[in-house]
């Protein structure tokens, strides 16, 4: 079946740069996700890209997909301590049918000073 | 707040118990997805609805799940004989169409 797969923690100091790593099985993906989740909260997005691009960048977000690796990252720049969450990164393929998301396991980032 | 609902936050029952959660999506919202999280995984899905229609179930969503969304606003999700392998978190999420789903803030589980 599908899978997602992510490395499970990351630290950083405070102003470096972050990058969650993440592969996917999939080849049909239509659109990759990167979400945040804070210790009680939700899931929110952060940002998302279409199968078709190779980057998309969003104020401190980077995000770059390579799809013949079946590998997305997302970098961080300039990490600050409110960064510290769980991400996780989502596939889904579009066929009329839902937008259900595969989810990978999680990255905890922790944000040191 | 126009965000996503989910009621209770956090039921704590005994093995063989009922359980129902309630969620709320944003109003404007045809499609509604459950999922279902445990500790230290990803968020997996359980199934979703377009307005009252269940379209796609999970195998995951065993016999003992059911769920419903009677006038295609708010929806439940009931877990009959409850068993401990049942604690996790129940998230709820919605969505206009295909656009990007809306996460509530989810209702833990505890079966002891």
């Known amino acids: 079946g599908e899978d997602v797969e992510q490395s499970l923690f990351l630290s950083v100091r405070e102003g470096d740069s972050s990058v969650i790593n993440c592969t996917y099985t999939?080849?049909?993906?239509?659109?990759l996700y990167w979400y945040k989740q804070e210790p009680g909260a939700g899931l929110q997005l952060l940002t998302y890209i279409f199968s078709n691009m190779d980057m998309k960048q969003d104020q401190r977000l980077t995000v770059l997909l390579n799809k013949k690796d079946k590998h997305l990252s997302l970098r961080i720049a300039d990490t600050q301590t409110g960064d510290s969450a769980i991400y996780f990164c989502a596939d889904t393929i579009l066929t009329g049918g839902g937008n259900k998301l595969t989810f990978g396991t999680g990255t905890q980032l922790k944000v040191e000073l | 707040d126009t965000g996503v609902s989910q009621d209770p936050r956090h039921k704590i029952t005994k093995r063989g118990q009922n359980v129902t959660f309630r969620c709320d999506p944003i109003s404007e919202h045809n499609r509604l997805y459950w999922y279902r999280q445990t500790l230290g995984q990803g968020p997996e899905f359980l199934t979703y609805f377009q307005n009252e229609a269940q379209l796609e179930k999970s195998r995951l969503l065993s016999d003992r799940f059911s769920a419903e969304r009677p006038k295609g606003s708010f929806s439940t999700l009931e877990i009959q004989r409850t068993e401990q392998g049942d604690s996790a978190m129940y998230l709820c999420?919605?969505?206009?169409?295909?656009?990007?789903?809306?996460f509530g803030e989810g209702s833990r589980l505890t079966v002891l």
């Open positions: 999420a919605s969505s206009l169409s295909d656009g990007e789903l809306f």
């Open positions: 999939d080849s049909s993906s239509t659109y």
